[in-house]
């Protein structure tokens, strides 16, 4: 069984920062992507960033130039450094990775518990 453990969220003011983290765990082979995905009430899941394995990342247009995504794969964790946090990014934040558990075998997907990300005006 593979385990994500997600820290970090909390209640900041605008223009505050926060970082997240995810540690994946269990029985684990080897890690694919991973990623971040926020939710806020009343809307539909959405891609914050993404990081491969080998460290290109991806980001949402919204987050650019104020989120940074990096990854420790001895780790198996993922991080997200929120700075210049608004208003409008509040939601509860989802840790994603991609995750291959046997050999041979697939990739499946996998998700965090979801951290809450409260940002004040």
């Known amino acids: 069984q593979v385990q994500l453990v997600e820290s970090g969220g909390g209640l900041v003011q605008a223009g505050g920062s926060l970082r997240l983290s995810c540690a994946a765990s269990g029985r684990i082979v080897s890690i694919n992507d991973m990623g971040w995905y926020r939710q806020a009430p009343g809307a539909q899941r959405e891609l914050v960033a993404t990081?491969?394995?080998?460290?290109?990342?991806n980001y949402a247009d919204s987050v650019k130039g104020r989120f940074t995504i990096s990854r420790d794969n001895a780790k198996n964790t993922v991080y997200l450094q929120m700075n210049s946090l608004k208003p409008e990014d509040t939601a509860v934040y989802y840790c994603?990775?991609?995750?291959?558990?046997?050999?041979?075998?697939?990739?499946?997907?996998?998700w965090g518990q979801g951290a809450q990300v409260t940002v004040s005006s």
């Open positions: 990081i491969t394995s080998g460290g290109i990342t």
């Open positions: 994603n990775a991609n995750i291959r558990i046997s050999w041979p075998g697939t990739y499946l997907d996998y």
